[in-house]
């Protein structure tokens, strides 16, 4: 399973070495060896391509652990069966491969049932969206842009009005307004006829209407203020305070992913969304807790960890929020989930 947090940042990694690796238990699987394309650099379109292809795999799916894994099976897939015209680059079968693939994992994560409600997996980009260290200046500018820019694409809003999306329109939808990938290379990289690809991306920016009709632009700074106003007045236990601070139908969601004690439907309502969050801080307290503000999925978030978790109680938290056009809390999201937070590096280290 991958990381989490991104791509491989080990400055020795190396796709030929991966793809060696991956030759040999294709070997195994199928009886046969893979040869990888001579006239390619690997290690070059490796680099090239592969922040492309994660934040396509991220958007897809919302999980940035699988971001990691179907990247690498992308490389793999499109190295088993490269592309019978001569190219220069892969760049246009991996971004075939990896939207396949996100739709597939997209449609497993769905037929799955799922401890309670469900977010997208919180991701550092402190840096930017998909770079980490080790990942060089350069290389980080290599992604394009569409009708929503990458910041927008990753944010949990957006991520979240994608669900409302079957795999396939979200998946073009993603490519096409979001990577930027126009309808007539779609349907030459696809196979397809484009008036095809034209109905259906049509089809999700339908579906997304009510998204963009009631996006607000994201404040890093009244988000920041929003979120240490609220985190005040809930430790003092000041309900009437929190309440001050959130929309009238402001809603809360908490993603345990089942494995911790946690709220098992989405809170609405300010005054019962404060009086949640003053309860769960009292709780908080009694574990020696320690905060850190950190850019999260374009925002700034509050990142818990506790230092002596009581039985039930998730060890570590992140807990974002988005504003209305007011400036009044209007979603607050608590992601507790360890397999989305494996990925985040908390204060106290991972002891």
């Not at 034209?198 to 209407?209: C, K, T």
């Not at 001050?244 to 989405?266: F, I």
């Not at 950190?294 to 818990?304: D, S, W």
Request: proline share 7%; net charge negative; hydrophobic share 40%.
């Amino acid at each position: 399973m991958g990381s989490g947090a991104g791509w491989r940042t080990d400055h020795s990694y190396s796709i030929r070495a991966w793809f060696a690796r991956r030759a040999l238990v294709g070997a195994k699987r199928y009886g046969v060896l893979m040869a990888s394309p001579p006239a390619l650099d690997l290690d070059r379109e490796f680099r090239s391509q592969r922040r492309t292809l994660w934040t396509l795999a991220y958007r897809v799916t919302g999980s940035a652990a699988e971001a990691d894994d179907l990247v690498q099976d992308a490389f793999l897939r499109v190295l088993e069966s490269p592309p019978a015209e001569a190219t220069t680059t892969l760049g246009p079968w991996l971004l075939r491969a990896t939207a396949e693939l996100s739709v597939e994992e997209l449609r497993r994560r769905r037929s799955r049932s799922y401890g309670g409600p469900w977010l997208p997996s919180p991701i550092d980009t402190t840096l930017g969206v998909g770079v980490h260290p080790g990942v060089d200046a350069a290389e980080a500018t290599l992604i394009e842009e569409g009708r929503y820019p990458l910041a927008e694409s990753t944010s949990f809003p957006f991520l979240l009005a994608l669900e409302a999306l079957e795999p396939e329109p979200r998946a073009a939808l993603v490519l096409h307004d979001a990577v930027g990938l126009p309808t007539a290379e779609m349907a030459r990289v696809f196979g397809a006829e484009e008036s095809a690809i034209r109905e259906r991306v049509a089809s999700a920016r339908d579906a997304l209407a009510s998204y963009d009709s009631t996006r607000v632009p994201a404040s890093p700074e009244r988000t920041r203020v929003a979120l240490e106003s609220l985190r005040a007045a809930v430790d003092a236990g000041d309900s009437a305070a929190a309440e001050k601070l959130l929309a009238p139908r402001a809603h809360a969601v908490t993603d345990s992913g089942g494995s911790y004690e946690a709220l098992r439907e989405p809170v609405r309502g300010a005054a019962t969304v404060a009086r949640a969050h003053v309860d769960e801080a009292r709780r908080r307290a009694l574990a020696d807790p320690a905060y850190e503000v950190r850019e999260i999925n374009g925002l700034p978030a509050l990142l818990v960890q506790l230092e002596r978790p009581q039985e039930n109680q998730a060890p570590r938290a992140v807990l974002r929020c988005d504003l209305d056009a007011e400036g009044r809390i209007d979603a607050l999201h608590t992601i507790l989930a360890p397999a989305k937070l494996a990925g985040l590096r908390f204060a106290r280290g991972d002891d």
